[in-house]
């Protein structure tokens, strides 16, 4: 649970930095819950996760811009890294 926690809070800083606050917001929840919840809340907000990475609106379906064509590219780099690896930390959960 530690590395899905630290890859959300990469997530929650990255999308909060380019302007993405609802998105950042809704993250900063399920890291919360996978801090302080209870067993089955926590497996709960991983299950959301996951889905959202790909999901419709999902992680995936974001672009970021950060000023010019080389910081969005950079950015948009590190947001598919970040989601692709909260997917593969996610997907075995029940």
Known sequence: MPE????VTSL???????????GAAWLEQRASV?????EHDRLSAVRD????VLGMGGLMDI???AGSADEDRRANAEL???A?????LT???P
């Open 4 to 7: 899905i926690i630290d890859v």
């Open 91 to 93: 997907e075995s959960t």
């Open 63 to 65: 672009y970021l811009r």
């Open 34 to 38: 996978l801090r302080h919840g209870s």
């Open 84 to 88: 692709g690896r909260l997917y593969r």
């Open 80 to 82: 598919d890294a970040l």
């Open 49 to 52: 996760l996951h889905r959202i």
């Open 12 to 22: 929650v800083d990255l999308l909060g930095r380019h302007g993405n606050a609802s």
